[in-house]
């Protein structure tokens, strides 16, 4: 059990043009799913917390016009980047909350993400 | 101050030897402290976490000692084999927000 899914796996994109990635928690609903960015050899940031049928809630730097999270069902969120420049270019990393342990998150395996 | 301190940022083991990571954090409110394992390309796993209520978590060859006063917890794996190889992040969560350690490139050589 809780498995959760990204797609696409990666995803190489022209500058100025927008990409959208889904996250799916495939066997439990996940009332809250949580987006990071990770940059190579460094650790996790948190980007964002998706909350179904909410809005996102941003971290501090993190630009929501250019970030669009979507949670529409308690299984998929989504995150746009859009027109997407080369400094985007990283690995994105979903995660969802899972079951009555209200810390425990279980994450995605990742979309890497690199814009020309 | 929401940020948890980790080391070394590298580690070299040999195969069957103890590797251990270290973690210190500041904030009081965090309230529940996980270990991620995370190999290239991949998303992090779960390995182990532990309440600040308990000093010590073992699982299998995954050991976490926590010192509550210090402010300190730590990650150990006994028997360390070269699968083991990858980076391992400490964590911790105050409510639904985790923040996570440096992260230490832990390689086990056979």
């Known amino acids: 059990g809780a498995v959760v899914s990204q797609h696409p796996s990666w995803v190489i994109c022209k500058s100025g043009t927008s990409v959208k990635i889904e996250c799916r928690s495939l066997?439990?609903?996940?009332?809250?799913m949580f987006w990071y960015r990770q940059f190579p050899k460094q650790s996790l940031m948190l980007m964002a917390t998706s909350n179904e049928g909410s809005k996102a809630t941003y971290e501090q730097g993190v630009e929501k016009d250019k970030f669009l999270i979507n949670h529409a069902s308690l299984t998929l969120s989504t995150l746009t980047v859009t027109s997407a420049h080369p400094e985007d270019s990283s690995f994105y990393i979903c995660s969802a909350r899972y079951g009555s342990n209200y810390n425990e998150q279980f994450f995605g395996p990742g979309t890497r993400l690199t814009v020309l | 101050q929401q940020q948890v301190k980790q080391s070394p940022q590298s580690l070299i083991v040999q195969k069957g030897g103890i590797s251990i990571i270290n973690c210190a954090y500041e904030n009081t409110a965090f309230d529940y402290f996980p270990w991620y394992q995370q190999f290239p390309g991949k998303g992090p796993a779960l390995l182990i976490a532990?309440?600040?209520?308990?000093s010590e978590k073992k699982e299998g060859r995954f050991t976490i000692s926590f010192n509550k006063s210090a402010k300190q917890f730590s990650l150990h794996i006994m028997d360390s084999q070269p699968g083991d190889s990858a980076t391992y992040f400490c964590?911790?969560?105050?409510?639904?927000?985790?923040?996570f350690g440096e992260g230490t490139q832990l390689t086990v050589n056979p």
């Open positions: 532990i309440r600040p209520d308990v």
């Open positions: 964590a911790a969560t105050s409510g639904s927000r985790l923040t």
């Open positions: 066997d439990f609903q996940a009332t809250t």
